[in-house]
């Protein structure tokens, strides 16, 4: 069983939406006893960082996603959370993954004409073995984002918008993209159903 | 590389697709889902969906035909149609749209776009501009291009991005349904004063158009929408791609 974190933030919905295309069973919990009893969790999210982070403070769920064990896959806004610090809002996060989330604003060259927010299907690199199998090197993933992870260790891809940045994640049993995997084509899924495979 | 967006329309009325259909070997297909997961498999990056009907059973339909793309496809799609209130917009992002367009609701109302953007995020907001060229101004018009505004084109898509709107997708009413190609000049200008994308819409007529209006030196989209020329099967968007990359715009394949 697979659990997706419910702590009021959007883009629920279709990372529901593909689970159910995967035949995958899941609950939708803030729950911690729901949320412990589960094999692996699901960090979902599209808002603002500080915002976010005060509603997973709220439900006491903070302590609860740093000390976990089971696999743990943070998408986009869910991702930037398990990073150190986020521009966004000057805000604390979790501090799973200890680089910082900056602003392409301000960041990429300006002369470029490079639109921010990045919205659209860009290529990931340098794809981590296990989260990415089956995934071709160079595939396309579906972005909407103006914040991003800087490259640091725990780098699991690289994307390319004016910067290199990490456009995933992986230390251990936490993990986490940028884009979304639930609406990019059959190599998001795919990333999907590699981690559902994924257990303590 | 962040890759430019063709993305076919469709309209819907009733929730089923309006138009005479021939895709593929697909004639006249009336269900909107087979015809999106059919694009989706052929390589399309987004999917619109745009609501027509006018009664509000025909609403009903359309958002439980929003929940049946949402289940069934897994690439993003925009909705839109006579949306006037966020509440109208909350409807169909539940349902399962990652996007939703608004035109004259918002020319009607500007606050909406505000209003919508600190509710759902910017990213959902995509404010749709249909205009016509009145001497050397561009006019917005509403309701299909059936009404003129007091708005100009290019301060209304500042002022829509002033407020929240995530991209704007522009349609010239002077090159729609012509076939001639889009209105290259006018997004040339709108990518340059604008730092949020821009979608075309309005005059493909083949290929070659979309090739225009997306590359550097022509009309500097970020996206191409057309309904026509993919619907009536006269360009396909795996050749379409192709020669989009031959020509080194950057695309998925």
Redesign the interface.
């Known amino acids: 069983m697979t659990a997706i974190i419910d702590y009021d933030t959007g883009n629920i919905r279709s990372v529901e939406n593909a689970l159910k295309r995967l035949g995958a069973e899941y609950v939708l919990s803030s729950d911690k006893s729901v949320l412990d009893s589960c094999e692996r969790l699901i960090l979902p999210g599209v808002g603002e960082a500080a915002w976010a982070m005060s509603k997973l403070r709220d439900r006491g769920l903070d302590g609860f996603v740093r000390s976990c064990t089971k696999p743990v896959f943070g998408i986009c806004l869910g991702m930037q959370l398990l990073c150190s610090w986020s521009e966004e809002g000057d805000t604390e996060c979790l501090g799973i993954f200890p680089n910082r989330v900056r602003n392409f604003r301000g960041t990429i060259p300006e002369d470029r004409g490079l639109k921010i927010p990045q919205v659209g299907w860009n290529d990931i690199r340098f794809l981590e073995p296990e989260l990415f199998a089956g995934v071709p090197e160079g595939s396309y993933m579906y972005f909407v984002h103006s914040y991003f992870a800087e490259i640091n260790e725990y780098t699991a891809s690289v994307t390319e918008y004016g910067i290199p940045f990490s456009s995933s994640l992986r230390k251990g049993n936490f993990m986490g993209c940028q884009f979304h995997p639930e609406k990019s084509g059959d190599d998001g899924e795919k990333i999907l159903s590699n981690f559902l495979k994924m257990k303590l | 590389?962040?890759?430019?967006?063709i993305i076919p329309c469709l309209d819907i009325k009733d929730g089923q697709t309006v138009k005479g259909i021939n895709f593929l070997s697909l004639k006249a297909v009336g269900d909107p889902v087979e015809l999106a997961a059919a694009y989706?498999a052929q390589g399309a990056?987004e999917l619109v969906f745009l609501d027509i009907s006018a009664t509000l059973e025909g609403r009903k339909a359309f958002t439980d035909l929003v929940e049946r793309i949402?289940?069934?496809i897994?690439?993003?799609f925009t909705v839109g149609g006579g949306i006037s209130t966020a509440d109208d917009a909350a409807v169909l992002l539940?349902a399962?749209a990652?996007k939703v367009s608004v035109n004259s609701g918002a020319v009607k109302n500007p606050a909406l776009i505000s209003e919508m953007a600190s509710r759902?995020?910017?990213?959902c907001v995509v404010v749709a501009i249909d205009a016509k060229k009145v001497g050397r101004e561009w006019r917005v018009t509403t309701h299909g291009g059936s009404r003129f505004s007091d708005k100009e084109l290019f301060s209304w898509a500042k002022q829509a991005e002033q407020s929240g709107a995530?991209?704007i997708l522009f349609t010239s009413m002077d090159h729609d349904g012509t076939c001639n190609g889009y209105a290259c000049e006018e997004y040339r200008r709108l990518?340059s004063i604008?730092?949020?994308?821009v979608i075309a819409s309005g005059g493909a007529g083949n290929a070659e158009h979309i090739a225009e209006v997306l590359s550097d030196d022509g009309g500097?989209a970020?996206?191409a929408l057309a309904a026509s020329i993919f619907h009536y099967g006269e360009v396909r968007i795996p050749d379409l791609k192709r020669m989009l990359a031959e020509r080194n715009i950057p695309v998925?394949?």
């Open positions: 590389m962040l890759t430019k967006r989706s990056d949402a289940l069934r897994n690439i993003p539940k399962g990652d759902f995020g910017s990213q995530g991209e990518s604008l730092g949020i994308p500097c970020d996206a998925r394949p």
